[in-house]
């Protein structure tokens, strides 16, 4: 006859349930959601092909520059050379169309890193002074380890950070014969 008791218990295992449930998509689909959209800003078309006219940029320029820009002293046993903003276009032999290039009306990089070609884990240690953004992403890209080509005198990886926070990365592959090579 009285059942009161009987529904608060059958409404308290509902609710246990149910919040059990919403507890499993919270833990599990929502990092996963947010993952996602940290790298959607990670290597997108877009961003590659302005990595690819920074990189164009670079080998267009007179072979003793660019040399010496993939040469740079590596002081502090460093594996990289971080430039911020328009700083590397004082390395190449058209500054001007560098700047423009790199500008806030056209390409808007925030920084331009360069490092060897393979990824290791000195980089990642090294990160530490970096922007959180680019951190992210130098961490995230240790997949991307891979042997030097042979065929080339100097290799190394640019790595472009946008204002925007869109990041890419491209080979900076150079032979030493004056030929661009992308």
């Known amino acids: 006859m009285n059942k009161k008791g009987f529904v608060l218990v059958e409404t308290i295992i509902t609710s246990v349930f149910v919040l059990g449930i919403f507890a499993f998509i919270v833990a599990n689909v929502l990092p996963i959601i947010g993952e996602y959209e940290k790298a959607a800003d990670y290597d ?32 502090d046993g460093k594996n990289y050379y971080l430039f911020d903003k328009d700083d590397i276009c004082l390395f190449l032999s058209n500054e001007n169309y560098c700047k423009a290039l790199l500008s806030r009306d056209y390409l808007d990089v925030k920084e331009i890193l360069i490092t060897n070609y393979d990824i290791k884990d000195g980089l990642v240690q090294a990160s530490k002074n970096f922007d959180r953004g680019l ?11 891979s042997r030097v080509p042979m065929e080339y005198s100097h290799a190394r990886r640019l790595i472009i950070y946008f204002n925007d926070g869109r990041m890419a990365n491209i080979e900076l592959l150079f032979d030493g014969t004056g030929d661009e090579t992308c």
Request: charged share 30%.
């Open 44 to 75: 997108s078309v877009d961003s590659i092909y302005d990595a690819h006219l920074i990189r164009k940029m670079i080998l267009k320029s007179s072979e003793d520059r660019v040399v010496k820009l993939l040469t740079l002293p590596e002081g």
């Open 135 to 145: 951190r992210e992403y130098i961490a995230q890209m240790q997949k991307y380890n």
